[in-house]
């Protein structure tokens, strides 16, 4: 699958962005998708994850109740809505679609085969 991901930017703490994942190549509704990020001089982390028909999610406890994964099989689309951001949320945002098929997401980022470029986010205090 090849991913490209947008939406990231610049946005005071309290604010809002939306990140886009488009994707294109193997069928993209059989594979479960995962946004994870990387801030600098820190590890790679788990930050959201759907399963392929979009029935289940999964969320790092320090986004829990403030980001939302949804996709959009029709569009090939994965999305991140992220809300109430805080400085600690600034990173490099990935997205990733699994290696299997049709397998529930896993946290850990070489369960992941491809994935996007990745997307700044930045958050002033």
């Known amino acids: 699958v090849q991913l490209q991901a947008s939406g990231g930017g610049l946005v005071q703490a309290g604010g809002s962005l939306r990140l886009s994942c488009a994707a294109s190549?193997?069928?993209?509704?059989?594979?479960?998708m995962g946004w994870l990020r990387q801030a600098p001089g820190k590890e790679r982390e788990f930050v959201a994850a759907?399963?392929?028909?979009?029935?289940?999610?999964y969320y790092a406890d320090s986004v829990k109740g403030r980001f939302t994964i949804s996709r959009d099989n029709a569009k090939n689309t994965v999305y991140l809505q992220m809300n109430s951001l805080k400085p600690g949320d600034t990173a490099v945002y990935y997205c990733?679609?699994?290696?299997?098929?049709?397998?529930?997401?896993?946290?850990?980022?070489?369960?992941?085969?491809?994935w996007g470029q990745g997307t700044q986010v930045t958050v002033s205090s």
């Open positions: 990733a679609a699994d290696r299997v098929t049709f397998r529930s997401p896993r946290s850990d980022s070489s369960a992941y085969l491809d």
């Open positions: 190549g193997r069928l993209f509704s059989s594979y479960s």
């Open positions: 759907i399963t392929w028909g979009g029935g289940s999610t």
